[in-house]
Nanobody, 114 residues
Framework: QVQLVESGGGLVQPGGSLRLSCAAS????????MGWYRQAPGKQRDLAAI??????KYADSVKGRFTISRDYAKNTVTLQMNSLKPEDTAVYYC?????????WGQGTQVTVSS
């Protein structure tokens, strides 16, 4: 059974930084995609940053501020978030997929507020 466990969310002031981590267990397939989506209150879940076999992809709104990295041996993915803005407030979900099926973590809350 695949499990994605996120950690690192919390409350931070505007301009601050947070680091999200996700560890995948129960993986019995080749991971094609691993990364982060986020869902703000009243909005749909959208891509934040993701790593595929073809490279990395970031939402335009986080480019230059967020950095995604992956440890292929440990099946972990990390999102370093700098220069955080109030509009980054959301539940952040870890995601991984094979070529055929995707899996979600339970989500971790990130709140950017003074």
């Amino acid at each position: 059974q695949v499990q994605l466990v996120e950690s690192g969310g919390g409350l931070v002031q505007p301009g601050g930084s947070l680091r999200l981590s996700c560890a995948a267990s129960g993986i019995t397939f080749s991971i094609y995609t691993m990364g982060w989506y986020r869902q703000a209150p009243g909005k749909q879940r959208d891509l934040a940053a993701i790593i595929t076999s073809e490279g990395t992809k970031y939402a335009d709104s986080v480019k230059g501020r967020f950095t995604i990295s992956r440890d292929y041996a440990k099946n972990t993915v990390t999102l370093q978030m700098n220069s955080l803005k109030p509009e980054d407030t959301a539940v952040y979900y870890c995601y991984c997929s094979s070529a055929y099926v995707g899996y979600w973590g339970q989500g971790t809350q990130v709140t950017v507020s003074s």
